[in-house]
């Protein structure tokens, strides 16, 4: 079940670029086999039996014994969310850019399907290696897709967004290769907690740099902006959690000395980065920079959610991640809707776009009110879960978290009044028309995804630990 | 009447079957008409290297316990099977890459000094002593010194012959004279009776062995005693190019193993510090070099180097891992020079001019194939996964951390991490840059010419270089029976 996740994207990209489709046939090709993912992500969704918990659907083969490294996949329950969130917003992503038409769309949509097999990878990996493989598969239909289809400032910010991630990456390698031979196995689910700072931070340095977290974020801006937006969507709704996902599944559980030894100066950055996101998230001039700076302090708050280290903190960061994925691939995939019918993202040439376009502004005012963590939306029970959980490692923390949510509302109501109300901005033509009912068949679900999360984000925080103990599980290095 | 020794005639069919394969094709300049020459030739040459594939695998199969043959002057076992299979292989595909090259004459020479030269490694990699080993350095040597030269209208291709052949007649000049200080220090000349007579101190034997390894080194394009490989990749013709890159460092890279394991046990707590430290130095100026190059060729001729360093890494650790590590990366590594240099001389037959990052703009999206197996090669250098590449790397690190060089691990990741700028530089240059900011007409005019064979040999490198990637165990397995004589 986990292996079919994996390879039938996988699968459909080889088909995708070997068969001589036509534009249309393999974009549809695309499209059916995203959706099929997801019908097969709420195959292991019921099937996946929560009570029990721990790590199920598990498959393993050898892959080459001597140095015990094993092609060895499975889901816990906070990955069942995690694959969910790609796959719905790898689709919505996947028929975002069927509708819209991309250039050369065989490579484009074989792409896109390579790059969920990878991200569905890393989710379950259960094997040190085998989970870097996938991590750095990840980078290569990533570099290709903004390098080809992004905007004219691309080339730069590939460059820039490659440098940093493989640098993180490679400290991770080398972290990798000490921690597997000094325990003698690779396998994550059998190796052993460790003590080592040095080993610590190498896995520290990838994830804090793909996350990103403050200062390592030089690459964030261009990337998101660069890309074209169902990308950006991915990136900064998937991708981000890839590496959140690392800090709680190795970092945090296999380092527990290490953790103690380096909780605040991380604690201090994430906070940093919440703080000074939001900041540079209300004076952004774009659409695409609010987002992208709103990205940098989500990230934050998730990982102060991390390094809490006890139940509350690890519920709500889990839930967190899932709202932040669909939120920030919900308002991409809107600013591309917007930066489509009147080609720019300044806020100062939009403005009062509400007026005759009751769908947009609909869709745009529920998803922001969302992302700004109103009482009763999950992202609200999001934050407060963080911030409880935080408040145990001192009351400092939560004081910043709390000025950072009114930040957030600060940024979003800026962000949907530049948009949709004021005065009608010089780039707001009457030709713009509201959305399109295949737009809004890619945008409504991710919202109808977070209201249903919003009336019970239970169904994520008490279903993603054993038990609903996610610091026992972590303690134990999810064994 | 005068008795010769036995000889294991099944031993050295590899070698035999090149060297006949050498003789026909060679014959055939004289015999064929001009108009067929061309494909009986490289027919002929292609034969021989299928029937030394075969022969090196059953060889592989039949000779589970190694032992020398020809009075011990030759070994027969696993390792230089292992290695065989890779040089023959790699000898089949520059084969088909060779075919469509632009050159008007000395099609019959071309194959015959092609096969000859396989037929010199493939001897080389058994040799088991020094004398044997001298002769098929210059065995092979002699020829691809030749090949390098064989396309007089190439501009820059007589210099890079002459380059090749001063600096490489001096690196045999090294080694020669290495050997002799060996044999001078213990009065032996088989690898494993050197080691019984050497003293681990003795100056004279040492002298000779540092000696030894800078000879090969020049073989392998190590630093500092790379200063030829650039110009004489760039100045040969590309497949021959290719055959270099490939075989000549995997046959230097195995025997570098083989001497030295075999004959000098007792100083290695020498060689190994000093095959580290070449590593390193490998692995800085190709990585560096490499980051400045305009020309494709150019580039990947640093970037070997740098592999090079990657290869020498295993060989420094002296021990089973790295053995097993050296012999994996081999196969990757063969297969991705080939296929990479491939693409270049695809390149360079469409446009009619040196290959530069700036004419290979659109080329990915012109030529699919092509572009996306270049596209796996450079991700294979780099070590991405998916590629053998990846795994191969990984060896080689797991092996130095297993000796306690962590610090050479972490050289070794710093030296990957700069090199994705120019790997991934190839990419960008194929697909990020349309092709009509250019304005280059193909020299021949037309569509591209159709060339089957360089594509099926391309084809085959990505499915060897892809493929590694899974089939790890039964490699690694095979690596495992070549190299574990070595360290008992």
Request: charge should be neutral; charged fraction near 10%.
């Amino acid at each position: 079940m986990t292996t079919l996740l994996i390879l039938l994207p996988l699968a459909a990209a080889l088909l995708i670029w070997v068969l001589p489709l036509n534009d249309v046939s393999a974009g549809a090709l695309a499209l059916l086999a995203a959706l099929a993912e997801v019908g097969l992500w709420i195959q292991l969704l019921v099937r996946y039996d929560f009570a029990k918990g721990g790590l199920q659907f598990a498959q393993e083969r050898n892959w080459f014994s001597d140095l015990h490294v094993s092609y060895h996949v499975g889901v816990y329950g906070f990955s069942v969310w995690l694959v969910g969130l790609t796959v719905i917003a790898m689709a919505a992503a996947i028929a975002y850019g069927f509708w819209v038409g991309r250039d050369r769309v065989r490579a484009y949509m074989g792409l896109m399907l390579f790059l969920t097999g990878a991200i569905i990878g890393v989710f379950t990996a259960q094997d040190l290696l085998l989970f870097y493989a996938f991590f750095e598969a990840m980078m290569i239909p990533l570099y290709i897709l903004v390098g080809v289809w992004g905007g004219p400032g691309r080339l730069g910010a590939t460059l820039k967004f490659l440098l940093y991630t493989m640098a993180g990456s490679l400290l991770m390698l080398a972290s990798i290769i000490v921690y597997g031979l000094s325990q003698n196995t690779f396998d994550l689910t059998q190796i052993g907690q460790s003590s080592s700072d040095w080993i610590f931070l190498g896995f520290v340095a990838a994830f804090a740099i793909k996350a990103p977290l403050f200062p390592l974020h030089g690459w964030l801006p261009d990337a998101y902006r660069e890309s074209s937006p169902e990308v950006a969507a991915i990136l900064s709704g998937v991708v981000s959690k890839a590496a959140a996902y690392g800090f709680l599944r190795i970092a945090i559980a296999k380092f527990p000395e290490p953790v103690q030894h380096y909780r605040a100066p991380i604690l201090a950055l994430a906070a940093i980065g919440l703080i000074y996101g939001s900041l540079l998230a209300f004076r952004a001039p774009d659409i695409r920079g609010v987002i992208a700076y709103s990205s940098l302090a989500q990230m934050g708050l998730i990982t102060m959610g991390l390094f809490a280290v006890n139940d509350l903190g690890f519920d709500g960061a889990v839930l967190q991640m899932v709202n932040h994925g669909l939120v920030s691939a919900a308002l991409f995939l809107l600013a591309g809707m917007v930066e489509r019918r009147t080609l720019t993202g300044e806020l100062t040439r939009l403005g009062g776009m509400a007026r005759g376009r009751p769908a947009l502004a609909t869709v745009l005012i529920t998803t922001g009110v969302i992302a700004l963590a109103v009482p009763l939306s999950s992202a609200f029970a999001g934050e407060f879960l963080i911030l409880a959980g935080v408040f145990r490692q001192g009351w400092g923390w939560s004081v910043v978290g709390a000025v950072a949510i009114v930040l957030a509302a600060a940024y979003v109501l800026r962000l949907i009044s530049a948009v949709l109300h004021r005065d009608v901005g010089p780039a707001v033509s009457d030709s713009a028309l509201d959305l399109r009912p295949a737009e809004l068949g890619v945008v409504v679900p991710l919202v109808a995804c977070l209201l249903a999360l919003s009336a019970w984000p239970a169904a994520i925080t008490e279903h993603s630990f054993r038990n609903d103990r996610g610091q026992t599980d972590v303690s134990q290095g999810f064994k | 009447m005068i008795h010769g020794p036995h000889i294991d005639w099944f031993a050295l069919a590899g070698v035999n079957s090149l060297l006949a394969a050498s003789a026909l094709a060679l014959l055939s300049a004289v015999l064929v008409p001009g108009p067929l020459r061309r494909p009986v030739a490289a027919s002929l040459c292609a034969l021989g290297y299928a029937t030394a594939i075969g022969f090196t695998i059953a060889l592989y199969v039949k000779s589970p316990h190694g032992h020398g043959v020809v009075v011990d002057a030759f070994r027969r076992d696993r390792l230089a099977q292992f290695a065989g299979i890779i040089l023959a292989g790699s000898g089949l595909l520059a084969t088909a890459i060779s075919y469509r090259e632009r050159m008007r004459e000395h099609h019959g020479e071309y194959y015959a000094l092609l096969a000859a030269a396989g037929g010199g490694m493939l001897f080389f990699v058994g040799a088991n002593n020094l004398m044997t080993l001298f002769l098929g350095l210059e065995w092979f040597s002699i020829s691809l010194y030749i090949l390098c030269a064989i396309d007089r209208d190439r501009l820059g291709g007589l210099e890079a012959a002459l380059k090749y052949l001063v600096i490489g007649g001096f690196g045999s000049a090294v080694l020669l004279f290495g050997s002799a200080l060996v044999y001078g220090a213990t009065g032996q000349l088989n690898f494993d009776a050197i080691s019984a007579a050497g003293q681990a101190h003795d100056s004279l034997l040492v002298f000779g062995l540092a000696m030894i390894i800078a000879g090969l080194a020049f073989k392998a394009s190590a630093a500092p005693f790379h200063m030829w490989t650039p110009d004489v990749y760039e100045g040969a013709p590309t497949p021959v190019t290719a055959f270099m890159a490939a075989a000549t460092k995997a046959a230097a890279l195995v025997v570098m193993l083989r001497v030295l394991v075999t004959a000098f046990p007792s100083q290695a707590h020498l060689w190994t510090v000093a095959l580290a430290a070449i590593a390193v130095c490998s692995l800085v100026i190709g990585n560096l070099a490499a980051l400045v190059q305009k020309g494709v060729k150019r580039m990947l001729a640093y970037s070997s180097i740098s592999q090079a360093g990657f290869m020498l890494i295993a060989v420094s650790t002296d021990s089973n891992l790295g053995a097993r590590a050296l012999l994996y990366y081999l196969i990757p590594y063969a297969a991705m020079s080939l296929g990479s240099f491939a693409v270049v001389a695809a390149r360079e037959r469409e446009l009619g001019v040196p290959v530069t990052f700036e004419n290979m703009a659109g080329f990915g999206w012109e030529r699919p194939l092509l572009g996306v197996s270049m596209w796996a090669f450079m991700l294979g250098f780099a070590g991405f996964p998916l590629t053998g590449g990846f795994v191969g790397k990984f060896y080689i690190f797991a092996a130095a951390y297993d000796r306690g060089w962590t610090w050479l691990v972490i050289v070794g990741v710093a030296a990957t991490a700069v090199s994705l700028y120019y790997y991934l530089g190839v990419i960008r240059a194929m697909y990020f840059r349309p092709a009509e900011e250019l304005q280059l007409a193909p020299v021949a005019g037309g569509s591209p010419p159709r060339e089957l064979l360089l594509q099926t040999a391309v084809t085959a490198a990505l499915v060897v270089t892809v493929g590694s990637f899974f089939a790890v165990q039964p490699l690694i397995d095979a690596a495992r029976h070549a190299t574990e004589f070595l360290f008992l």
